[in-house]
C-alpha cells in the first residue's frame, strides 16, 4: 500500500468557512497531484507540482490554491467553500524521471460536503 | 480530442463466475494503458500496466489484453470474489507531455454478489 495520506477523511462545512486539505508523502516522490471526482465520473486534474516551489493549474478550473513549501506535503485551500465544492478530492504523488511510465500512487482522498 | 471509453457502465456477477471489462481510447501518442481499481471511499490502486509492445499481462485473478492496434483493452477478472466489489478505471498515459498526463475513463462499477 502507498505512503500517501490525506486528512480529513470526511469534511462537512458550512458555506463560506476557509478549508485546508491536507496531502502528505513519505516516499520522497517529487511530483504530486490534486485530483476531483464526482460520483460515477472520471478524475479530473486540478492542480500539480513538480517539485518545491512549483505549481501548476490543471485541466479543470478550481477556485482552490495549492503550497509546496516541503516535498512531502501538498495541502489545498478552499478560501471560500461553496455548495458547487462538493466533491471527492484525491490527492496523488510520481517519482521523476521519464513521466509516462511513472505509477501515481493515490491517497485514499477526502470526501467534502458544503452545505 | 483525447478520450477514454469503459463499458459496461456497470456489472453485476455471482461470486466465483468470470467478467470481462472493456476500455477504449484515442490518447494520441500513446505511451501506456493502466487499469486501476478503486474501493468505495478509497483512491485508485494500480492493477496492472501496459506498452505499446505488451498485449497480454497477467496478476494473480486479473488479466489485461491490449490491442494498439485498434485502440482497445479489456480487463478479465477470473473466479470473481466478494472483494472483487469495487470501481475499475481504465487510464491512458500519453508520452507527449513533460507531466506525464494520465486520460482517465468513468470506471466499470463491478458488484459481486455472494
Known amino acids: 500500500e502507498a505512503d500517501i495520506y490525506q486528512t480529513p477523511r470526511y469534511l462537512v462545512i458550512g458555506t463560506g468557512k476557509k478549508i485546508t486539505l491536507e496531502c502528505s508523502q513519505t516516499?520522497?516522490?517529487?511530483?504530486m497531484y490534486w485530483y476531483q471526482q464526482d460520483p460515477g465520473m472520471e478524475l479530473h486534474l486540478i492542480h500539480y507540482s513538480y517539485g518545491v516551489n512549483s505549481t501548476e493549474k490543471g485541466d479543470l478550473s478550481s477556485e482552490s490554491t495549492v503550497s509546496r513549501i516541503r516535498t512531502e506535503h501538498f495541502p489545498l485551500t478552499l478560501e471560500s467553500a461553496r455548495p458547487s465544492h462538493t466533491s471527492q478530492y484525491l490527492c496523488?504523488?510520481?517519482?521523476?524521471?521519464?513521466?509516462?511510465?511513472?505509477?501515481?500512487?493515490f491517497g485514499p482522498g477526502t470526501r467534502l460536503t458544503v452545505l | 480530442k483525447n478520450q477514454v471509453e469503459q463499458s459496461p457502465q456497470s456489472l453485476i456477477i455471482l461470486e466465483g463466475k468470470n467478467c470481462t471489462l472493456q476500455?477504449?481510447?484515442?490518447?494520441?501518442?500513446?505511451?501506456?494503458l493502466r487499469w486501476y481499481k478503486q474501493d468505495t471511499g478509497r483512491g485508485p490502486v494500480s492493477l496492472t500496466i501496459?506498452?505499446?509492445?505488451?498485449n497480454t499481462k497477467s496478476n494473480r485473478r486479473y488479466t489485461a489484453t491490449l490491442d494498439a492496434d485498434t485502440k482497445q483493452s479489456s480487463l478479465h477478472i477470473t473466479a470473481s470474489q466478494l472483494s472483487d466489489s469495487a470501481s475499475y478505471i481504465c487510464v491512458v498515459s500519453d508520452r507527449g507531455s513533460t507531466l506525464g498526463r494520465l486520460y482517465f475513463g468513468r470506471g466499470t462499477q463491478l458488484t459481486v454478489w455472494p
Open positions: 496523488a504523488s510520481s517519482e521523476s524521471g521519464l513521466p509516462s511510465y511513472n505509477e501515481q500512487f
Open positions: 516516499m520522497g516522490h517529487d511530483k
Open positions: 501496459m506498452t505499446f509492445s505488451e
Open positions: 476500455c477504449n481510447y484515442t490518447v494520441s501518442p500513446f505511451s501506456n
